[in-house]
């Protein structure tokens, strides 16, 4: 790493459903990274809370097993990264009742928002974009991003490209943001406006760099969010293995100072920690 603060804060252990390392293994890799922090984020679906399967599996046993390995990980760390703990939130509004549950598990250090899919509809992962509507999915896609940021008991709002990962990097269906300038602008405006945070997540993407900008989905967003009076960023590969921490990380913290943006945040007991970028 050649910068000298270096943080991942979206980082899932197995007990996330889709995930295969421990908290120490993550922890063990981090250090060996030379990271200085690193925050894991294991996953919580709303709308499944409550009813355990074969895909998302128990999460209430699951994300209090998060909780109990980061407070181990913690007393038995010897290394100098400070492990930290967070959630992600995955459509929170989809069952509120749920999403107080969750909360009320840890005194979380840090909360990811997320959307990955809308309401009664599956996974963006899983959409046939030759089928669907994009336009109108993606106009539905930023107004559910507002009412959850209007709601707005989180830190930093995950994945903004998220659908875009299936539409134009599977798909092949390019998508021009200029179309939806005013649904973006309402969502990054108040998300600004509340104080809360943009993630710059580098999916585990090694090849993140200043060269590449023209290229990063991100930047647009990035860009206009600090137009748009934002404060806080913060970083994260969304590592679903110990091999893929801080993937893109490095890169990300070039794009951003091309940006002209000096500082990224690390949350801890809710509060932003500002980290310069060296």
């Known amino acids: 790493m050649r910068h000298r603060f270096t943080a991942d804060s979206h980082v899932h252990s197995k007990n996330s459903f889709d995930a295969d390392s421990s908290v120490a ?16 984020t294991d996953h919580f679906e709303s709308a499944f809370y409550y009813k355990p399967d074969s895909e998302f599996g ?4 699951l994300l209090r097993q998060s909780a109990s390995d980061i ?60 089928r669907e509507a994009i336009p109108e999915l993606l106009k539905k896609y930023f107004s559910e991003l507002c009412e959850c940021i ?7 709002l995950a994945h903004i490209t998220y659908p875009l990962r299936y539409i134009c990097g ?16 309402e969502a990054l405006s108040l998300l600004a406006k509340g104080e809360r945070a943009l993630e710059f997540n580098t999916c585990r993407n090694p090849e993140l760099s200043s060269s590449c900008m023209d290229d990063c989905r991100d930047v647009y967003f990035l860009r206009r969010f600090i137009e748009l009076g934002g404060r806080y960023i913060t970083l994260g590969s969304d590592a679903h293995k110990a091999e893929d921490l801080a993937k893109g990380i ?4 070039d794009i951003l100072s091309e940006l002209g943006v000096k500082e990224i945040a690390v949350y801890k007991k809710r509060e932003p920690h500002m980290l310069p970028i060296v």
């Not at 798909?171 to 649904?183: P, R, S, V």
Request: include cysteine; aromatic fraction near 10%.
């Open 250 to 253: 490095d890169g990300a913290l």
């Open 25 to 40: 293994e993550q922890l063990k890799r981090a250090d060996e990274l030379g990271l200085d922090y690193l925050t894991v």
């Open 58 to 61: 128990d999460q209430p046993s």
């Open 150 to 156: 209007e709601w707005g008991r989180f830190d930093s």
């Open 170 to 185: 599977r798909a092949g269906i390019q998508i021009d943001m200029n179309d939806y300038k005013a649904e973006i602008d």
């Open 71 to 130: 407070e181990s990980a913690r007393k038995s760390n010897v290394s100098k990264t400070e492990l930290l703990c967070g959630i992600e939130l995955g459509e929170p509004l989809h069952d509120i009742r749920a999403t107080e549950d969750a909360l009320a598990i840890a005194d979380y250090d840090f909360i990811l928002c997320s959307t990955h899919n809308l309401k009664d509809m599956g996974d963006f992962f899983w959409l046939d974009y030759h």
